[in-house]
């Protein structure tokens, strides 16, 4: 299916979706959250202790998706940008205390997203295969959203950024969030499907469905390197 009628909603079941256009001078790559916390588990069942196995098996999917299919597009996107002079941003969780009292609400909650991430320790560093190359800009964020709490918006602003093509984890968590809060500030986002993951393809699916059209383009990363002519 080709994008423009792919993770349509209700609300845009009869709309005509333009083409889209991106100026390579004024695009820009974000990544955001593809830290070393996430890749920690046993790659082999036979690794995992019995009283883990319910929780190993509930991350599969992702798990799998993240080596055959997010990291390997991202990592793609990566370079593409990088041999065309385009900007690499990246986009971390970790907070500046050793106590996470600096912390969101939103990552102090229990349960997953009760995350401690100081940000100098290896949990919190940005995984190796898609790591900042030298002199790329990365935020540190004790929210979901890239933009509020850091100075992305006026950095983006500041280099000419007007579109921003998103990637990383968790779609339906700080990916969305991100999402909104760029197009509230008027940047025209474009969304790699393939280059993002939730803990299941259902909610992945689910997100992207409630937030084409109008706070970003979903699109794949072939759709974006062709528009970009690369």
Not at 131 to 145: M, Q, R, W
Not at 166 to 195: H, K, M, Y
């Amino acid at each position: 299916m080709d994008w423009k009628n792919a993770y349509r909603s209700l609300y845009y079941a009869d709309a005509d979706i333009p083409d889209v256009q991106l100026d390579p001078e004024r695009t820009a790559l974000l990544v955001i959250d593809i830290q070393n916390t996430y890749f920690e588990r046993p790659r082999n069942r036979e690794d995992v202790p019995a009283a883990d196995m319910a929780e190993w098996e509930r991350w599969q999917s992702f798990d799998k998706r993240m080596r055959e299919v997010a990291m390997p597009t991202v990592r793609r996107l990566q370079d593409s940008f990088r041999e065309h002079g385009r900007d690499v941003l990246h986009a971390r969780i970790a907070c500046l205390t050793a106590d996470g009292r600096d912390r969101s609400l939103s990552q102090r909650r229990p349960g997953f997203n009760n995350i401690m991430l100081p940000k100098d320790d290896y949990a919190s560093q940005i995984a190796a295969q898609v790591a900042p190359a030298a002199g790329e800009i990365v935020v540190t964020k004790t929210t979901d959203s890239a933009l509020t709490g850091t100075n992305l918006r006026l950095v983006l602003q500041n280099m000419g950024i007007y579109h921003v093509v998103v990637a990383g984890i968790f779609t339906d968590q700080c990916v969305a969030s991100t999402v909104r809060s760029l197009a509230d500030e008027s940047f025209d986002v474009v969304l790699i499907e393939d280059g993002c993951a939730a803990i299941s393809k259902q909610l992945h699916d689910h997100e992207l469905t409630i937030i084409n059209n109008i706070y970003c383009q979903v699109m794949s990363a072939d759709d974006v390197l062709e528009i970009l002519g690369w």
